[in-house]
């Protein structure tokens, strides 16, 4: 999120706005379990995965 300047507010935005894309429910394949949100703010694509294992949290923020 930092690192590609991605505010919160847009990472909110994503999540309560955007279109839940895909979910990764299988942790051997490496990645974290979790459902990708994406959403266009302001002409860019971002996607925020969600994650649920120890309580909700954020595990990724990144541009398309």
Do not use: C
Not at 28 to 36: H, K, L, S
Not at 50 to 55: A, E, I, K, P, Q
């Amino acid at each position: 999120m930092d690192d590609e300047a991605i505010a919160e507010k847009t990472v909110r935005f994503v999540i309560r706005r955007g279109a839940p894309k895909s979910k990764d429910v299988d942790e051997t394949a490496g990645r974290q379990i979790g459902v990708n949100f994406e959403a266009v703010v302001e002409r860019r694509g971002i996607r925020v995965k969600v994650s649920w294992r120890m309580g909700y949290f954020v595990a990724t923020v990144h541009t398309l």
